[in-house]
């Protein structure tokens, strides 16, 4: 491997480093880490400080995924270990959000910056999830449940496009990640407990 390579792998992690959620959250007077479901992700700004605020940093943490593997592409251009480093990229990227240095590595659940992963990797598959995760959520009023399925289709979706197997492998880990990062929210769904989106709209109607 390179060292153009690798510097682009460990430039990836920190980029997906960077808890943008706090760094929004830094004039409020909130510490999202203490309140709410005490993420350092989109949804859990969004709960407390505004839909305005949340989407603010759903962008910013999905250019996290996107913004490494597109620059390490460019970068890598005639490379043998090109799609290698890529799905690199991805990984750090999202394991960053994850386990931020910054942070002592207690970091966020990763599926905005996954989202960017995939809207990289394959931007109709990525829509694919996006349209189960709304759907999801819609339907049950769960966020973590629709980030769980949504997440889980990009394998389904990426092998129905015959997408090469590096991406395959790429999302399939990402994926496991995501859902091991879930395990509390996948407990408090089996046992009813999950807090709901819809039920907290229906309550302010």
Not at 56 to 67: E, H, Q, R, S, V
Not at 75 to 82: A, G, I, T, W
Not at 123 to 139: I, K, M, N, Q
Request: charged share 15%.
């Amino acid at each position: 491997m390179t060292i153009t390579g690798i510097i682009c792998i460990l430039v990836s992690y920190l980029l997906g480093a960077i808890p943008f959620g706090l760094v929004v959250s830094r004039g409020s007077g909130i510490d999202i880490r203490t309140q709410g479901s005490k993420n350092i992700g989109a949804t859990n700004v969004a709960r407390l400080l505004g839909k305005k605020m949340g989407t603010l940093t759903l962008i910013l943490d999905m250019l996290k995924g996107y913004a490494p593997m597109a620059i390490a592409a460019f970068l890598m251009q005639d490379q043998p270990q090109r799609d290698l480093i890529i799905a690199l990229c991805g990984a750090a990227s999202v394991l960053g959000h994850m386990f931020p240095a910054y942070l002592r590595f207690r970091g966020g659940k990763g599926v905005a910056t996954a989202l960017g992963a995939f809207l990289y990797l394959a931007p109709l598959a990525a829509l694919g999830c996006l349209l189960l995760f709304v759907l999801t959520v819609r339907w049950s009023g769960f966020v973590s449940l629709g980030s769980l399925l949504g997440s889980a289709s990009i394998v389904l979706w990426l092998f129905l496009l015959n997408a090469a197997d590096w991406k395959l492998w790429l999302a399939a880990f990402i994926v496991v990640m995501i859902w091991a990062k879930h395990y509390q929210n996948i407990e408090r769904l089996l046992q009813g407990t999950e807090k709901s989106w819809k039920k907290k709209v229906e309550a302010g109607a």
